[in-house]
Every structure is written in C-alpha cells, then in structure tokens.
C-alpha cells in the first residue's frame, strides 16, 4: 500500500515496485528498480526516507526515522544508497547505508550509524547510535564489529544480490 501523510506522497522512481501486502508512507523516494516486500513497512511520516536504485527491501523489514525535538535537533532522515540488499526482518532507524551493502536478516541499525559503500552485515548484527562501518569489511555481532575484509567475490555478489532482486520483482510484477 502506498499512502500519503499530511502533505508528503510517496514518490516511486522507474520500475520501482511496492508489494500490496508493504506499506510505504509519507515523505518517501524510491529509486529506479528499488522494491519493497511483503510486510515490509516504510514510514516516512516525522522525516525522509530515500531507498536508492536497484536497492531491495525484504519482508518484515522496518523503515523508520527520527523527529525533530529537543532531544533531536533536525530529526534525522534515513537513506538508504544504490543496489542495497536489505534482508528479511530488519530494522534501519535514521541510518545512512551506503552503496552496494547487505544487511544481513535480523539486524537492527540505529540512528546516526553510517555505513560506507559495500559493507556486508551479518545475520542478527546490531550497530548502535552514531557508529561508523568502513566500507570493504564484514561485521558481525551485537555490537557490530569488523570480522575482516571482503573478498573480491564478495564485493561482486553484493552487485550479484541487488540484480537478483531487480529480476524477481519484474516476475511479480508480472505475475
């Protein structure tokens, strides 16, 4: 379902496709080929969120963002970049992801965490208020922490994932 709040509509890019079972609300931007899955909530409703081109949000994941109040000056948004793999059951909550990640099922990234371009976090992470993922690394763990660098492979198949997810969704937005 994709809904307006107050005076922000959902604007979807090229392609981009919403499952009828997700919500997507409010001051949202998907970009070209981005998709959002079966239960997956993104709510744009206090601050933007932008999903990036080819990025895939899996089901049951959570989108959400931060106020502006006094204990959050100028809220915060949540952008997620280019060919991201968010994977089932997430929750991303006023981070900045960057190009070609994977976020692992279950993992929870939380508000000021910035992750550089292709870092893969592993199932179940947790990556607490305002840390920094330098991109090229896997990390694990609750804290996150960095478990070692990736291989070449690695960093292809993060490209691998999110092209992946582009060809699926054209089948169920076919079907």
Not at 22 to 31: C, M, N, R
Not at 127 to 135: N, Q, R, S, T
Not at 152 to 166: F, G, I, K, T
Request: proline share 5%; charged share 20%; with cysteine.
């Amino acid at each position: 379902m994709i809904r307006s709040f107050e005076a922000h509509t959902p604007v979807l890019g090229d392609g981009a496709w919403v499952d009828a079972q997700a919500l997507v609300l409010g001051e949202v931007s998907l970009g070209a080929d981005a998709s959002v899955w079966p239960m997956a909530a993104v709510r744009g409703d206090v601050h933007r969120i932008t999903v990036g081109a080819r990025s895939n949000i899996q089901d049951n994941s959570t989108l959400h963002v931060t106020h502006d109040g006094p204990y959050s000056p100028g809220g915060q948004p949540l952008v997620v970049g280019d060919d991201v793999t968010v994977g089932h059951g997430v929750t991303l909550h006023a981070c900045t992801i960057g190009d070609r990640c994977l976020i692992g099922m279950g993992s929870l990234v939380l508000d000021g965490a910035v992750l550089d371009d292709e870092v893969y976090l592993a199932a179940g992470s947790l990556v607490p208020p305002g840390k920094h993922l330098e991109g090229g690394w896997l990390y694990r763990g609750a804290p996150a922490t960095a478990a070692r660098p990736l291989t070449d492979d690695e960093r292809e198949w993060l490209r691998y994932s999110a092209a992946h997810y582009v060809r699926l969704k054209n089948r169920h937005a076919a079907s």
